[in-house]
């Protein structure tokens, strides 16, 4: 299977594929985006120039990821994890760089059909998952005072 997988890889423009999970149900990772923000209160008053910024903490953490199911059998893989994404509440994310999260999936968005050297899969190219805890990310950007 791997004597696949690398050639795929290139094919679709990346030097490797990431394994995750969502739920239990493992996936293979294209790339994945961070949306970092932090919460303020912005306070201006008349008659003085400027305003007061009060840092409220980090927002919750964006992460979109690519899910790409391809084989044989993909479409079984894919409808356990779009049954996995429309499940209400807390799951598992098995983020392939940050590790275990608790997190939320919030959209999800893709394309169905050959890929490239008309390989059978499909890319979920945009699951997005609100993580409600990511320690990693806590310690490195959010420090007791802001």
Excluded at 26 to 39: H, M, S
Aim: a positive charge; hydrophobic letters at 40%; proline letters at 5%.
């Amino acid at each position: 299977m791997a004597n696949t997988i690398y050639p795929l890889a290139g094919q679709l423009g990346v030097d490797m594929l990431l394994p995750a999970s969502f739920r239990g149900i493992a996936f293979d990772c294209l790339y994945t985006r961070e949306v970092l923000a932090r919460d303020t209160g912005v306070y201006e008053y008349p008659c003085r120039d400027g305003a007061e910024v009060e840092d409220h903490g980090l927002k919750a953490l964006n992460l979109r990821l690519s899910a790409l199911f391809w084989g044989n059998g993909y479409q079984r893989r894919l409808k356990v994890f779009l049954a996995a994404l429309k499940a209400p509440g807390l799951g598992e994310l098995l983020h392939p760089v940050y590790g275990l999260a608790g997190a939320r999936a919030a959209a999800g968005s893709g394309t169905q059909g050959n890929l490239a050297d008309n390989t059978p899969g499909t890319l979920l190219d945009a699951c997005s998952m609100m993580a409600t805890s990511l320690p990693v990310l806590r310690r490195r950007w959010c420090t007791p005072n802001g």
